[in-house]
């Protein structure tokens, strides 16, 4: 089994809609999906708009309703295969944290950037010469996606690499963090399912 980590601040609004959208679009393959927040709001649901968001998505109903916040902690970052933060304040919390954890731990965004510039047949490659071990092929995966950090221009502004918070925000900030947040899962799925391809 490979395990996927997601991080935001509360774990109320961001990482639990990327956890469940990754759960829900991963549910075939042997992956554990799970969140928490630098500041998480222990034993609380999802926003209501999250869980909005989270239904428009085509998210698993009994996954929106399960969700519970989780602080995060150093002995979560032990575990995961790859942690996906949801903006560079929460990479950094999470490299303070677990400093081994640095090359596996990336913006959610910024993951997506990266893998964008990476051909599936690289990545199929780079995933089948590990072998048979799914975190192996996972971390090939990863090792080809950051491979080209230094290949391709950082954004323009470096604040493209964060999803905005939406909390106790308006409709539209949710609608825009689900804007950001959408494609770039969708990114982690194609580099996972690739990885796993046999």
Same mark, same amino acid.
């Given at each position: 089994?490979?395990?996927?980590?997601?991080?935001?601040?509360?774990?109320?609004?961001?990482?639990?809609?990327? /956890?469940?959208?990754? /759960?829900?679009? $991963?549910? #075939?393959?042997?992956?554990?999906?799970?969140?928490?927040?630098?500041?998480?709001?222990?034993?609380?649901?999802?926003?209501?708009?999250?869980?909005?968001?989270?239904?428009?998505?085509?998210?698993?109903?009994?996954?929106?309703?399960?969700?519970?916040?989780?602080?995060?902690?150093?002995?979560?970052?032990?575990?995961?295969?790859?942690?996906?933060?949801?903006?560079?304040?929460?990479?950094?919390?999470?490299?303070?944290?677990?400093?081994?954890?640095?090359?596996?731990?990336?913006?959610?965004?910024?993951?997506?950037?990266?893998? /964008?510039?990476?051909? @599936?047949?690289?990545?199929?490659?780079?995933?089948?010469? %590990?072998?048979?071990?799914?975190?192996?092929? $996972?971390? %090939?995966?990863?090792?080809?996606?950051?491979?080209?950090?230094?290949?391709?221009?950082?954004?323009?502004?470096?604040? #493209? #690499? #964060?999803?905005? @918070?939406?909390?106790?925000?308006?409709?539209?900030?949710?609608?825009?963090?689900?804007?950001?947040?959408?494609?770039?899962?969708?990114?982690?799925?194609?580099?996972?399912?690739? %990885?796993?391809?046999?």
């Amino acid at each position: 089994m490979i395990e996927i980590m997601t991080v935001c601040t509360g774990n109320v609004c961001r990482s639990p809609l990327a /956890a469940t959208m990754l /759960a829900t679009r $991963l549910a #075939d393959l042997d992956v554990q999906v799970t969140s928490a927040g630098t500041y998480g709001l222990q034993g609380e649901s999802m926003t209501d708009e999250t869980k909005r968001l989270a239904a428009q998505l085509a998210v698993d109903p009994a996954l929106i309703e399960g969700h519970r916040a989780t602080y995060l902690t150093e002995a979560h970052l032990r575990a995961p295969d790859l942690i996906l933060a949801m903006s560079r304040e929460h990479r950094r919390r999470i490299v303070e944290l677990n400093p081994a954890r640095l090359r596996s731990t990336l913006t959610l965004r910024e993951f997506a950037r990266l893998a /964008a510039e990476v051909p @599936d047949a690289d990545i199929v490659g780079d995933a089948s010469a %590990a072998g048979d071990d799914d975190s192996r092929r $996972l971390k %090939a995966a990863i090792d080809a996606v950051t491979g080209v950090r230094g290949l391709t221009p950082p954004p323009a502004d470096p604040a #493209d #690499d #964060d999803i905005v @918070d939406p909390y106790r925000r308006s409709w539209e900030t949710y609608e825009l963090t689900a804007s950001q947040l959408a494609p770039a899962v969708e990114q982690v799925v194609r580099v996972v399912r690739l %990885a796993l391809t046999r």
